[in-house]
């Protein structure tokens, strides 16, 4: 079994997705051209490093999956890590399926939101029964947000892959604004579409607050809620923003 990492400047991540996983388990690294220690924490931990100019994140998820060799293969971000529970179950993981789902919750600020708990993802599958599709969040053509997709039966794993992508407000705010800018060059211009998407972010901001519970978090909740909710709206503005001709 390997898992397949891509890393771009990650050193300050990647330790601890290195040092979740279990012991036996192999390590492939798709480098982005990091100009950090990335490399260097991978190499010491023996992973295999391929270093690959940034085309874009299906295609690179589909490189690294590509250049997997043992039978299974587990796909894992440099931000994320496997809870004690989860490593047991992957290690542990019968082989009459063709893939496993796992459930993320993803921190912010150091703290766990309820509305990012528990997201179906499925992350350990058969080397070469999955393909890798993009489902940009905002709709359009954009290659973001991949999600891995498999044709056989999928099994669900015990414990928790736990995403920590925001560790800080700022961290949060960089991030937004790059991949509303990614989306909103995979969308066409449409003012009726960006109205149409304003007018609904308080309806799915009360959504998130309410059904998704991230009331309960308080302010940080409330935060990411408002912002998650305009998501489609900012995406929706930029496209419609867009200088003609440019991409």
């Known amino acids: 079994m390997t898992a397949a990492i891509l890393t771009r400047d990650e050193e300050r991540h990647l330790p601890r997705a290195l040092t979740s996983l279990p012991r036996e388990m192999a390590v492939l690294v798709l480098d982005a051209e990091s100009d950090d220690r990335t490399i260097e924490y991978a190499v010491a931990a023996n992973a295999e490093v391929i270093v690959r100019p940034w085309t874009d994140f299906v295609d690179a998820r589909t490189y690294a999956l590509a250049a997997v060799r043992t039978p299974w293969t587990l796909v894992l971000d440099?931000?994320?890590?496997?809870?004690?529970?989860?490593?047991?179950?992957?290690?542990?993981?019968?082989?009459?399926?063709?893939?496993?789902?796992?459930?993320?919750?993803?921190?912010?600020?150091?703290?766990?939101?309820?509305?990012?708990?528990?997201?179906?993802?499925?992350?350990?599958?058969?080397?070469?029964?999955?393909?890798?599709?993009?489902?940009?969040?905002?709709?359009?053509?954009?290659?973001?947000?991949?999600?891995?997709?498999?044709?056989?039966?999928?099994?669900?794993?015990?414990?928790?892959?736990?995403?920590?992508?925001?560790?800080?407000?700022?961290?949060?705010r960089s991030k937004f604004a790059r991949y509303t800018s990614i989306e909103a060059a995979g969308m066409p211009a449409s003012f009726i579409r960006a109205v149409a998407a304003t007018l609904v972010a308080p309806l799915r901001c009360v959504d998130f607050l309410l059904r998704r519970g991230a009331i309960l978090d308080g302010p940080r909740g409330w935060y990411v809620a408002w912002w998650s909710a305009c998501y489609p709206a900012v995406v929706a503005w930029k496209a419609a923003f867009r200088a003609p001709g440019s991409p």
């Open 78 to 172: 440099a931000d994320e890590a496997l809870d004690d529970v989860l490593r047991e179950a992957i290690s542990r993981a019968p082989e009459d399926v063709d893939g496993y789902i796992v459930r993320r919750t993803t921190y912010f600020c150091g703290k766990p939101l309820r509305m990012w708990r528990d997201e179906p993802l499925l992350r350990l599958v058969r080397t070469g029964r999955a393909r890798v599709v993009a489902r940009p969040a905002a709709g359009g053509t954009a290659a973001l947000h991949e999600r891995l997709v498999c044709d056989g039966p999928a099994g669900v794993l015990d414990g928790t892959l736990l995403h920590y992508s925001y560790p800080t407000v700022e961290s949060y």
